[in-house]
Nanobody, 126 residues
């Protein structure tokens, strides 16, 4: 599976961005999909994820209420709408896919994911 992110950029605090991830090369609806981020000098961390069915989203506490994740299995894409952005949201954001055809529980660690995009930079200025 190949993943390509888009939608990053520079935004002022309080602003919004919509990140998108296009997938190819696999059976898209066999994968849980998540967004991670990594700020300079910090470990990669889970931001939001969504199960194969698209009915169960998960969010990190740091972004809860500010982020909405959605997926479109027909278009092999996943999106993350981010609002009320803060300078601490500045990071490289990565789309990740985890093969999960049997409905195992959602996972939140980077090592649980099989495929990664190249990342897209989000910079929030104060």
């Amino acid at each position: 599976v190949q993943l390509v992110e888009s939608g990053g950029g520079l935004v002022q605090a309080g602003g919004s961005l919509r990140l998108s991830c296009a997938a190819s090369g696999g059976t898209f609806d066999n994968y849980d999909l998540s967004w991670f981020r990594q700020a300079p000098g910090k470990e990669r961390e889970f931001v939001a994820g969504i199960r194969i069915s698209g009915t169960t989203p998960y969010h990190a506490d740091s972004v809860k209420g500010r982020v909405t994740i959605s997926r479109d299995n027909a278009k092999n894409s996943v999106h993350m709408q981010m609002g009320s952005l803060k300078p601490e949201d500045t990071a490289v954001y990565y789309c990740a896919a985890r093969l999960n055809p049997y409905g195992d529980r959602m996972r939140f660690g980077p090592s649980d994911y099989n495929y990664w995009g190249q990342g897209t930079q989000v910079t929030v200025s104060s």
